[in-house]
């Protein structure tokens, strides 16, 4: 196995989640249901004016798919490390599908309003309702909202799986590793939600948006706080 270790992205934390549960596979089909939703308003273009439309549309879309790819991506890399499905995590993945199904469609409203506010598309935007910054900053606070639960519920159970370290045999690297993304995503859920507070009470309304570029802040904290890299050398000499 270790000759493979170089092509897996995880490859120096032992998979727990070995089989894909049912809780996964219901999860999966609500993201693809919400990665679709994300691409279901985009009309087949007929004509040239059709096409420019079509091609312009895959800004906004490719924002909000990467939005709910990522989230897609800690879900599944959760499940695959640690492989629980206890009642708690059944219930908190239960919300956060269902926070997924419901930021697809704002989601997409949110990156094409605001995509077209900020190119000048005046036509679009009053069509949709963007005719003011106040405007546009609401959607930026309810899709940093939805954004900030989704990072809140990831946090809780990231929590719940450092109540079962000791049954899960979580190593020292793990164990760092595990507490390194409660802590990350616990920071992701306060800027999302400062960026929210920031987009529909304060002036710079849609320009709040900026502020989820610094998520890496959130990183680079819980790494401070929770040091791991240390560990992985050790765990990988042993």
């Not at 219930?91 to 190119?119: E, G, K």
């Not at 799986?161 to 595990?178: D, H, P, Q, R, V």
């Amino acid at each position: 196995m270790d000759d493979f270790k170089g092509l897996d992205h995880d490859p120096d934390f032992r998979w727990r989640g070995t089989n894909v549960t049912r809780i996964e596979n219901l999860s999966d089909i609500v993201f693809a249901i919400a990665l679709g939703m994300l691409i279901t308003g985009v009309d087949a273009p007929r004509d040239i004016a059709g096409l420019r439309q079509f091609l312009w549309n895959v800004f906004p879309t490719a924002l909000g798919f990467a939005v709910l790819l990522g989230l897609w991506h800690g879900h599944y890399t959760f499940f695959r490390r640690y492989g629980v499905a206890d009642k708690t995590i059944i219930f908190l993945n239960a919300i956060l599908i269902f926070v997924v199904l419901f930021m697809a469609y704002p989601l997409r409203f949110a990156f094409d309003s605001l995509f077209a506010f900020m190119t000048g598309d005046i036509d679009r935007s009053v069509g949709m309702g963007v005719m003011s910054l106040k405007i546009a900053g609401e959607f930026v606070a309810f899709f940093s909202l939805g954004y900030a639960i989704a990072f809140l519920i990831f946090a809780l159970m990231y929590g719940h799986i450092l109540k079962k370290a000791e049954l899960l045999a979580l190593n020292g690297f793990e164990l760092a590793l595990t507490q390194q993304m409660r802590a990350t995503r616990y920071g992701q859920c306060a800027i999302a939600l400062f960026t929210a507070v920031m987009a529909y009470w304060s002036p710079l309304y849609p320009l709040a948006g900026i502020f989820h570029t610094f998520f890496f802040l959130a990183y680079w904290y819980a790494e401070k706080r929770y040091p791991s890299k240390h560990l992985m050398v050790a765990h990988s000499d042993s």
